[in-house]
């Protein structure tokens, strides 16, 4: 039987989920990888997280071209999951936002470092890609492939990227795993900021410490447990339970 339906569930709730958290509001998407074709993925047409339901998830191959073409307007910056998805072939969900409290990180030295335990997921190392670097002066947005695979190349191995002067994408092995991540990410860079203007020296995770946490399944039994509690929180359905 097709897990297409599921992943469609799933997807939307997600939607709900970073709307309700405060992650993406009029702007920032969600994607998943096709579960049965590598090659393509799904993300809402042009819409605020917050309204999506099934019926607005559209399928793109990794271009960025519609599946099924004269449907609705997508994204413009559906060029950002592409070249995730072209780049990691581990990765099976993205999200992109505009999280305020990231944004200080993109545009200063201070590097943007996990702090606490439950953003351990953003990995040891946040890259901050510049779009200016390679295309020069531009509307600030990820509107093409060449600037989809600069992205996804200034992202490299890593797990998220800042956007300089506009936000981050982040990427999960799982749809749940890409979603806790975004959650705490803003929250990592509100202490972290928070912790500098006590003064004094701010400690980091360890690299050992990244690495024992990172060991947790991304479909385990406390990842569903928060997922659960956003659904709720979101008023929207789970979507059916990953596969333990
Ligand atoms: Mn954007």
Redesign the pocket.
Known sequence: MSQVPQVIAQLVAANRILANQGIVDA??HVSMRHPENPNRYFLSRSLSPELVTAQDILEFHLDGEPVHPGGPQPYL?RF?HGGVYEKRPEVQAVV???ADAVLPFTISDVPLVPVIHTASDMGLQIPIWDIRDKFGDTN???IDMAQGRDMAAGLADHRVVL?RG??FTATGRSLVEVVKTSVYLPRNATIQLQARMLGGSVKALTAGEIAIRSQVSPTATQMWRAWEYWCQLAGTDTGPAPKR
């Open positions: 702007y920032g910056e950002i992109h936002s505009h600030m947005l990820v956007m506009h936000g």
